[in-house]
């Protein structure tokens, strides 16, 4: 029998409905009804997100639900599992909602895999096949999947009817997961609030449509006596939405945490990072002296490593990188597979569409490669199947036959002495042998020994870009030359062109801009310029690095921006 001090707290004063009851309990017979012969279990958290009760010593419980639909759930006790979800829809905000439950053995160390940004869409089933394929072939105990939010492509700007059908797309393409799914809402998901008329009152609106259909925005489940807490990032202020944790989230989870033992550990999952919010502040006040492992996230559409709590906050790349985008686009970021152990946690980022999806942990891909390069290469092969390595950039390798285990990954590491090479933009390429065919990973980095390439230009090229934001006529340089400035005021996303000389032209060509100081004397021009490429010679030129091209991003704070670095010798559009 489950046992926990019995409580119920309730943090606000909606406008009553009616009565939510029911029973946990273990089920039996297998049929899903509560009996007499069932054992109940007491003490088990249940909510419908504002009241937060504890199931009495019958493993009963009642709740006053606010007027209105309503999702009411379950934290599920350790060493047990729900057999029929852990969350109920209940359109009046009244009636009945049992959970049963079987025994699980549970226990640490245990893994679970998160995707993220999945913006789906039914012209990609067979994509998000591959997804669910790659996930399911891992030859690895999985407890569970989470997707932490933006499940589909836009819901924000459709009305319910559309938006029910891409939610059932969704629903559809991720049923074959073997393992227990848990999704979260993104800001993808609220109906019509991207809109510019909408009835707020239509039934499905805003975040209706999703409770309905993937139970509550926030909530808990535990493995092993680890609680995976999931957290809202998305609220709605006057009328707009807005990268905030709603008030109501903040209540439900600082009253849940009253009820989690300081002892217990905890894995926090959102979809907008936590340290990105503007509650950071007042969560992390709430976590003191909780024992946080980490937080994971999505989003931002790249992998991140941050910190919230005291601990690391992880953001998960896209699973959608192949139709939706990502930045950058090297290393593996299509999901992440995570292991909890009983000191902490260990991560490895996969791939949906590749045999070993590689990580290159330096150089950095900003990083400007001189001399002897030290070189370390991470990939996920959970069976051990690589056996040699060969690393090259542009004429120098290494091989490597010894592999060094680091949490989920296997590492290989080489030193290219590439002193010789001329400035440029080179692949790094990473050569795996193992079973079958080998596999080749290709990742742009730049050469910067001082080393000018030859080069004659045949004529002059075109700078192009987009602007957003410009205040002032800031100036641009390519090589450390002007070659004219931003109009003084442009965007939003206001394409606009240079010529370049082709005396100024090199093979590698370093493009940079130098705000205007505005006129308060104190501050620069706080603008955005890009995707910029260079057009010459008939093709279209970026910056390999980025996923389209460098984007020039201007705080407003100094007068100059990280180079954009485009080489006319590297393969072009």
């Given at each position: 029998?489950?046992?926990l ?6 943090w ?12 946990v ?18 003490g ?28 009411v759930?379950v ?23 049992d ?22 869409r ?10 669910v ?6 030859p ?17 700007a459709?009305?319910?009817g559309?938006a ?12 074959a ?18 809109r510019?008329?909408f ?26 006596g680890?609680?995976v ?16 944790m709603?008030?109501?989230?903040v ?9 989690v ?16 919010l503007p ?14 492992v980490?937080?994971l996230?999505?989003?931002w ?5 941050l ?17 939706h985008?990502v ?6 970021k ?33 990083a ?14 959970p069976?051990?199947d ?6 090259r ?5 290494q ?21 010789a ?58 090589n ?8 003084a005021?442009?965007?939003p ?40 490429t ?31 670095w485009?080489?006319l010798?590297?393969?072009?559009e």
């Amino acid at each position: 029998m489950c046992r926990l001090p019995l409580l119920a707290l309730l943090w606000a004063l909606p406008v009553l409905s009616g009565t939510i009851a029911g029973h946990v309990f273990f089920d039996s017979n297998g049929d899903g009804a509560w009996q007499a012969t069932d054992a109940p279990c007491a003490g088990v958290l249940v909510s419908d997100g504002q009241t937060l009760v504890a199931t009495a010593t019958d493993g009963s419980y009642s709740l006053i639900a606010p007027e209105g639909p309503q999702v009411v759930f379950v934290e599920n006790p350790p060493q047990a599992w729900p057999t029929q979800g852990f969350w109920r829809y209940l359109k009046t905000g009244a009636g009945s909602a049992d959970f049963p439950l079987r025994s699980q053995d549970q226990a640490l160390p245990f893994i679970f895999v998160q995707g993220t940004d999945l913006h789906t869409r039914p012209d990609v089933d067979a994509l998000m096949a591959q997804y669910v394929a790659a996930v399911n072939r891992l030859p690895l105990p999985l407890a569970f999947v989470v997707h932490t939010g933006d499940l589909v492509v836009d819901a924000g700007a459709l009305t319910v009817g559309p938006a029910r059908a891409l939610f059932t797309t969704y629903q559809a393409q991720v049923a074959a997961l073997k393992a227990p799914l848990f999704n979260l809402p993104g800001n993808h998901e609220h109906v019509s609030w991207y809109r510019e008329a909408f009835d707020a009152t239509e039934p499905g609106v805003g975040k209706g449509l999703y409770r309905e259909m993937f139970g509550p925005m926030y909530y808990a489940f535990s493995y092993a006596g680890v609680h995976v807490v999931a957290l809202d990032g998305t609220d709605f202020r006057g009328g707009k939405l807005a990268y905030s944790m709603p008030a109501d989230c903040v209540a439900w989870f600082k009253a849940y945490l009253a009820r989690v033992p300081t002892t217990d550990r905890l894995v926090l999952l959102t979809h907008e990072p936590l340290s990105s919010l503007p509650q950071k502040a007042d969560l992390e006040q709430a976590l003191v002296g909780r024992r946080v492992v980490l937080s994971l996230a999505g989003h931002w559409h790249s992998t991140n490593r941050l910190s919230f709590a005291g601990a690391p906050e992880i953001v998960g790349g896209a699973v959608s990188y192949a139709w939706h985008g990502v930045t950058p686009p090297s290393d593996a970021k299509a999901y992440q597979v995570v292991r909890i152990t009983a000191s902490g946690f260990e991560n490895a980022f996969g791939d949906w569409a590749e045999k070993y999806p590689v990580t290159v942990a330096a150089p950095g891909t900003w990083a400007g490669c001189t001399g002897k390069v030290a070189v370390k290469v991470q990939f996920l092969d959970p069976s051990a199947d690589v056996l040699s390595a060969q690393i090259r950039l542009e004429g120098v390798s290494q091989e490597v036959t010894a592999f060094s285990p680091e949490g989920l990954y296997r590492t290989a590491s080489a030193e290219l002495d590439v002193a010789a090479l001329p400035d440029g933009i080179y692949d790094l390429c990473v050569t795996l042998r193992g079973a079958g065919e080998p596999f080749v990973e290709r990742q742009p980095r730049l050469v910067s020994n001082g080393r000018e390439a030859p080069f004659a230009a045949i004529g002059p090229a075109t700078l192009t870009m987009r602007l957003n934001k410009v205040n002032a006529a800031n100036v641009i340089t390519i090589n450390g030359e002007p070659v004219g400035t931003t109009p003084a005021a442009a965007g939003p996303d206001q394409a606009f062109a240079v010529t370049v000389p082709a005396a100024l032209l090199r093979r590698l060509n370093r493009i940079e801009f130098v705000s205007a100081r505005l006129p308060d004397g104190k501050t620069y021009d706080d603008f955005t310029a890009g995707p910029l490429t260079l057009e010459y010679a008939g093709k279209v030129h970026r910056d390999p690095r980025t996923a389209a091209g460098a984007v020039a991003t201007l705080n407003g704070t100094q007068p100059s921006t990280w180079p954009c670095w485009i080489d006319l010798g590297y393969r072009a559009e």
